[in-house]
């Protein structure tokens, strides 16, 4: 009997074995027989709404399959595309086995404001992120040119050619120099330090000399004898390039502090750009100091340093799912979170004073403005091929602002002439949004 | 014994209010009942065991077998899992009947085998045809498999050859009777078994390797002639060597079973979490892939080491028997669960061909079931009564 319960243990051993072979191994998943493949397309999908209840994706029956209608275009770059030939992206991947189950999702987005965003951009190709400061909800977050996930069959041919690679998320995925858009931090890093006061008075003579080398203002003007609020407003290169001299490598811990040059904890994957381990000489110091030379930032990033000192210093982690709920799983709700207090909250305070100078006197200006009361930064970055990006990030209202956002026109030339009015637009849009 | 009864049966409640909390999430219309009616068959059953002093060490193991195919058959379809409590039920009295008989097999070896040679021949003359086997017969609006009875009876005569020195021109016309009828019947799944469990008592009374290999050898041999002689012993033999050649029909079943345990991966889909219905005759032949998807092979491993404990109570009892002869029934009948166990999921898993059985106590099959609980009767009768002689 021994003999016989050997021979069995074996035989129940060589089964264990292929089983283990069967079920752990091999790839069988996206194998053509397999049903399981396309019984995705056969099965409805949970929707995905936006903040207030309205639907964004949907999935209709046609015939035996279902396709994935969006409500707007641009928000193949939130939610991605989920398509039986090209597969999917954005949340649609991140959270596929939700959705499949039946799940639906409540995202932070608002369809009103993501469609505003996207008109603003009129076709340029840039990005446009929104956030909700005290909470670090993305409202809106439009990427441009965009994939178009209702009509993906039509256009794929032509998305695959389109030099301005339709596909890539500039929100997340795109990396620029932030030129004039990274002064509130230095001015914050300035301030802590002890560096300077905002009512101390500088004397701006257009141009800086460093070293046979020269950092000179926006069209070499001179501003004469300028508070640093007044600096910041008229984006005085020569002051913050003094400044950033002066912080030396607690320049770089600041940006650092910001968030620049790390990936930022979100849903969906982003880049963190860079920034330098050490400052080279004064004048690479002053280079960083203006958001030019070697850093490099995402909106996402620039969003955020809006949202922080909107939000009195503290950063919030953003965020785009706000519930999962339905199917066979419990209710699943996001909170807010805190990344972390990047400064204290009077320096918030006195940013936010120096940011809405500028929308009144300064660089950020709006011809568009409509009776919106908002602080902002312009930024013009030099490229070094071909013409700047336009910068612009912004909060509203004035006093205890309740949205940030940040706009990067890519090669798009002003800051003040392209990004302000885009950002004027959207803030005013976004005003209107409950909490 | 309070105490032991009352462990068990703890944690058995426990198991079966898991599974049945977790069905009615899935689907408010079970019938609540049936399980419950299980739960109290196999309570009645240990305690009548134990209470005529037999070994009951098998109950829970079965029970549990039993209730998981339940609730995966109330997952594909609850009016299957009905038909399988009213085999139960059934198969119940054939447990009792099974320890009755269990040591008073009469010394009748040619009532057996005769027995068993009827059953056959009359489902090759009056059997119905259900999926390609003419296996099946009518009575009184029933539908049952006689074969699956029929190979009780026939390891009963095995066992009572071997040690009864039986003439080999009988055993030659009972098997070849018996292996005739079920090619006639295009059936040769429980010829197969049969013809295992034969090979390996046979070599258990006395091995000789000449005997192995002229075993291996007639395996073979019959492979090579099934496969000339039998086209859907070809398709099936097509379907276990080569099934990627025919994706969507002599490979269909195999694949669509071998991606369902892949789909598992380590703890499975969740229980209503699988894709099922697209495999042929899943409730019956490939209950098995069902259970790997949705439990992963946490769940086919659990289950298979309850087979393997089965194997060990069922060896250890009847490595006790005096008798040699109610030890060869013991072995014979224990060799015909487990090597069916493995001929079952091997053809799953592609290490044998695909044979169409039942997975024993799990799979859909109230005749099976029947003769599963019978066997399991018999087992634990030839094991004897405690205090009384083992040499009744």
Not at chain 1, 22 to 32: R, Y
Not at chain 1, 97 to 106: F, N, P, Y
Not at chain 1, 409 to 421: I, K, L, N, T
Not at chain 2, 320 to 326: A, G, N, Y
């Amino acid at each position: 009997m021994r003999k016989t319960f050997i021979v069995l243990v074996l035989m129940y051993g060589v089964i264990f074995g292929s089983l283990f072979y069967w079920q752990l191994c091999g790839d069988l998943h996206n194998h053509p027989a397999n049903p399981r493949y396309y019984a995705m397309f056969k099965t409805d999908r949970g929707v995905i709404f936006d903040r207030s209840g309205i639907p964004l994706a949907t999935s209709m029956e046609d015939g035996e399959v279902y396709t994935r209608r969006y409500a707007a275009t641009s928000l193949s770059h939130v939610l991605g595309y989920f398509h039986q030939r090209y597969g999917m992206t954005g949340l649609e991947r991140l959270y596929h086995e939700d959705l499949s189950m039946g799940r639906s999702m409540i995202t932070t987005l608002d369809l009103g404001l993501q469609k505003t965003a996207e008109d603003a951009m009129q076709g340029k190709t840039g990005a446009i992120v929104v956030v909700r400061p005290a909470t670090g909800e993305i409202l809106a977050l439009v990427s441009s040119p965009m994939v178009d996930g209702n009509v993906l069959d039509d256009n794929w041919p032509d998305y695959l050619v389109d030099k301005r690679s339709p596909f890539m998320n500039r929100v997340t995925h795109g990396l620029y120099p932030p030129g004039s858009v990274v002064k509130p931090i230095v001015y914050a890093a300035a301030l802590q330090d002890g560096l300077v006061d905002d009512k101390q008075v500088w004397q701006d003579d257009g141009v800086l000399i460093l070293q046979n080398r020269t950092i000179s203002n926006s069209g070499g003007r001179a501003h004469g004898r300028i508070t640093t609020d007044e600096a910041l407003a008229l984006s005085s290169n020569v002051v913050f390039a003094q400044l950033a001299i002066a912080l030396g490598d607690r320049l770089l811990d600041a940006y650092e502090l910001f968030g620049l040059g790390h990936e930022i904890r979100f849903e969906l994957q982003s880049l963190g750009g860079f920034v330098p381990a050490k400052v080279a000489s004064d004048y690479d110091a002053a280079q960083l100091g203006i958001g030019q030379g070697s850093i490099l930032v995402t909106p996402l990033q620039m969003a955020l340093v809006a949202s922080s000192i909107a939000n009195g210093g503290e950063m919030m982690q953003p965020y785009v799912v706000q519930e999962l709920r339905g199917g066979l799983k419990m209710r699943q709700i996001t909170r807010p979170r805190v990344a972390g207090q990047v400064m204290p909250s009077s320096i918030a305070r006195d940013l936010q004073e120096a940011m809405v100078l500028a929308a009144r006197e300064g660089t950020a200006q709006s011809r568009v403005s409509g009776g919106v009361s908002y602080g902002g930064k312009t930024g013009t970055a030099q490229t070094g091929h071909g013409g700047d990006h336009a910068w612009f990030i912004g909060f509203a209202p004035a006093e205890s602002p309740t949205v940030a956002v940040a706009v990067l026109v890519e090669q798009g030339g002003s800051g003040s002439e392209v990004a302000v009015p885009i950002g004027v637009t959207v803030l005013r849009e976004a005003l209107g949004i409950d909490e | 014994m309070i105490k032991t009864l009352y462990r068990t049966w703890l944690e058995f409640t426990g198991w079966l209010l898991c599974l049945v909390w977790w069905l009615f999430w899935l689907q408010g219309q079970v019938s609540w009942w049936e399980p419950c009616v299980l739960w109290v068959m196999f309570m009645v059953l240990y305690f009548l065991t134990r209470q005529l002093g037999f070994d009951a060490g098998a109950i829970p193991f079965v029970a549990v077998l039993l209730l998981i195919g339940w609730v995966f058959l109330a997952r594909l379809n609850p009016t299957w899992a009905t038909a399988q409590t009213w085999g139960a039920l059934v198969g119940c009295v054939g447990y009792v009947l099974g320890l009755w008989i269990g040591r008073r097999q009469p010394a009748y070896p040619l009532a057996w085998a005769v027995s068993a040679l009827g059953l056959v021949v009359i489902t090759t003359l009056f059997g119905i045809s259900v999926g390609g086997a003419r296996a099946w017969i009518t009575l009184f609006g029933q539908r049952f498999q006689p074969v699956e009875l029929a190979r009780i009876f026939l390891i009963i005569y095995l066992a009572q050859y071997f040690v009864g020195g039986r003439s080999k021109w009988e055993l030659a016309i009972v098997l070849g009777g018996f292996f005739v009828c079920l090619a006639w019947q295009r059936d040769l799944g429980p010829a197969l078994l049969v013809f295992f469990v034969f090979c390996w008592m046979s070599l258990h009374w006395k091995f000789t390797w000449t005997k192995l290999f002229a075993y291996l050898g007639v395996t073979a041999a019959g492979f090579f002639v099934a496969y000339q002689w039998f086209p859907h012993l070809r398709t099936r033999a097509i379907a276990w060597l080569w099934p990627w050649d025919y994706l969507d029909s002599k490979g269909y079943q195999v694949l669509q079973g071998l991606f369902a345990l892949r789909s598992g991966g380590i703890a499975g889909q969740g229980l209503g979490g699988g894709l099922v219905h697209v495999i042929p005759n899943v409730h019956t032949d490939y209950l098995f892939a069902v259970i790997g998807e949705e439990l992963g092979i946490l769940g086919t491993f659990s289950l298979l080491v309850v087979y393997l404990s089965l194997a060990f109570w069922a060896l250890r009892l009847v490595h006790s028997i005096q008798d040699r002869c109610l030890r060869m029934t013991g072995l014979g009948l224990t060799l015909l669960l487990h090597l069916q166990v493995f001929l079952v999921v091997g053809g799953i898993l592609r290490l044998v061909p695909f044979t169409g059985m039942t997975l024993p106590f799990v799979s859909y099959g109230s005749t099976s079931l029947v003769a599963q609980l019978t066997m399991l009767g018999m087992v634990t009768g030839l094991g004897g009564r405690k205090g009384g002689s083992l040499d009744a």
